[in-house]
């Protein structure tokens, strides 16, 4: 087939995720796409993966995903008429540990968000299901009755086959070399011939960052991820199984021992056994052994000897695997994100090109991410909240070392449970705040947020600050008093919080504000003061939350989240109106946040500044004799000011803050406050999940005003016809854990709202839950109940107003 000049989209990459995302356009009838392979399709890490596809994952998006192509591919064969081996067997998943269990209980909560059947089970029960595996030191496990394993490359070209059908085009052995931009459009480069497009799509697998190389000089990062090794074996047949299978007319569960690390399935009649192993190989990561130009169709070298703990440890499990000898091993490459997630929407920086690659899941979730590939690219947003995957999430600290050390440390923990007072130890210390050696010496126990290290408590002498104290679902640990006595440091008298990272942007220019009026849903302040303003999809969901100062009538700037930094400018930038200048600020001032009854005496004593003006002002001011902006406003909800100011300002500002009294509080007592007064989180309780009004954010919205913002359609809509869900603050009588995202809010049987955010609030002394309701139950005084980590905890509706000072008093004294 010869290479068209012009197409809409071309993807770059013939695996499971590009085929996916090529039959997705296609079939929402984007036809004119076309797919550059370098080879045959499945060449990279497709054609050798195991097929194994759950949908058990511990991100929401992610098991969306996967339940969504799950779903597909059980279609997929007779849609597009073409035969699949798709065997689903559904799969057990054992526990050692009561929080193992506790993790399944919540894994089974989410999977019932999306109509899914998860059963927790007992070991007895695990027997009914996998008659072959020793019980010795299993609490238990967790039923998938969807979980199987379908051939790669089958799918694949099934795929393929439905994306030919609705007119898309896929040319094999045609590499692409090279992109450029010219007029607005992309022009992809091949030794065949040129495409000039209006999207590109990096779905090279683990050849994305060569990929990504090309797309710097337009505004593109180096690509972070990093390639791992991964192995599993096939074992001779096994005459037991083989019995088993004949006698039940189906193959045996797939098992997972996530403890230990493996998976084992029933390939043939035989096993195949494929461990995450902790002595882990990153592959291709020294100069002397750099990635080949081709590695189409191959394999590394075997390596059992890694695998060795492993192997024993599953013989002893089921013992039948030790009958066998192995029949081959596979060896192949996959890459990983520095979280183990895939990266799947917008390329950061680069107008008019996403990504999809980096899928260590790719063939369970290859089918989900064609969708949500598709509808960045068709839509500009996707049906469901996807931050979990979005590229953006990763910004500028990641350097190749620690793309190495972070696949390393995923690769190794696969299995691993993220315990909410956990913090993973590689690849930290890439970004510090200009006091982190102070905040150490005070005890500081550090976190990351979006590569900055911050406080998460402060520790006190003789406190455990081990990890092995953070391997709990639990409230309480050693943290806990020290989180209450900074909450009530912040209640009585005055806290200090070192926040370095807050996302900062700069933009001016003529008619800035009048630009910006027409992208937020509501109103901007008046001159020297600040307001909280959204930004909606076209959908009215909520996209993003920021803070706008507003310093002059054209001249703003705009503060957000840490993590939000490259998503929220991109808010921004890419629909920029000419003249107008926007420039991101981050790394040139950082900020304190100093709350608490008692701030006001603080700053009397080392600051020159207007104290009396009022909530939501900012004035430049001079404090402990440096320059400072003092913005007044409190995120914990109590009297107080952020101090923004230089890094080399800093050290001076925060000596003299604790000099006089202040307490230092970290990011867990933040949370705590700033859930007793209903502030949202980002992408927890702020996501487009939720539109504005459902998100009980109608105060930010004005539908009145002329300007057409994005989602205002939408929204008037809604208001029209009434939301169906509701934000809600709930308080939950809740046991020694706090309700977790998404876990379940039910009337009864029925399940009727989830939880975006929960947590202890120290000042009001209860567990409170903020989450989405139907509308209907979103009256004050409702008693619904929430499962948390499997148990029904009773949980009353509050009225629509802060817990801790609802009146705003405190703030405004
Ligand atoms: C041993 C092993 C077992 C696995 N088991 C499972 C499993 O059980 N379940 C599961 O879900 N996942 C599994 N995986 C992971 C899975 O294989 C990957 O996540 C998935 O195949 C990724 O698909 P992809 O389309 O992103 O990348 P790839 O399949 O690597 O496709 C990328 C394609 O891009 C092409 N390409 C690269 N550069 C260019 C260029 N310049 N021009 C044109 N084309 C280019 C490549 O040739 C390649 O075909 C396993 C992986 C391994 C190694």
Redesign the pocket.
Known sequence: MSVPSTARVVI???????VSTLYHLAKDGWSDCVL????EL?????W??????PNFAMSFGVMNMQRYGLELYRGLADEVDYPINYHVTGSVRLAHTHERMMEFEHAATMARHMGLQMDVCTPEELLQHYPFMELHDLEGGLWDPLDGDID?AQVTQALAKGARANGAKILRFT??TGVRRENGEWIVETEKGEIRCEYVVN?????AP??GEWFIPYGGRPVPAAVMS???FLTEPVPEIAEWSERNGRKLPLMRDVDTSYYLRQETTGFNL?PYERNCQAAWIRPEDPMPDDF?FQLYPDDLDRLEWYIEDAMARVPLLGTQGVSRN?N???PYAPDGLPMVGPMPGVPNAFEA?S????????GGAGKVAAEWIMYGQTEWDMWSCDPRRYTDYTDNQYCIDKAMEVYGHEYAMHFPHHTWPAGRDRKQSAVHAKVLELGGQMGVYNGWERANWFAKPGDDTSEEATQTWTRSGPWEPRVREECEAVRDHVGVLDLPGFSRFSLSGDDAAEWLRGRITGALPKVGRMNLVYFADERGRILTEMSVLRHGDDDFTLITAAAAQWHDFEVLKFNLADGLTLSDQTRELTTLIVSGPKSRDLFEQIAEADLSLGWLTHQNAVVAGKDAMLVRVSFAGELGWEVHASFEDMPTIYAAILDAGAKPFGMYALNSLRLEKGYRAWKGDLSTDYTLLEGGLDRFVRLDKPQDFPGKAALMNEKQQGSTRRFVTMIIDAGDCDAPYMSAVMRGDDLVGEITSGGWGYRVNASIGLGIVRSDLAEPGTELEVEIYGKRCKATVQPDAPLWDPENERIRA
């Open positions: 770059i990459g013939g695996g499971i995720v590009g550059l392979e370098k080879n499945t060449a990279g890490s497709t050798h993966a195991a097929g194994n596809c790669p590499p692409a779905a090279a697998g683990y050849y060569r990929v991964h192995q599993y494929g189409s596979i192949g490459p996959i690659h899928f260590t899941f790719g063939i369970a979730q290859g």
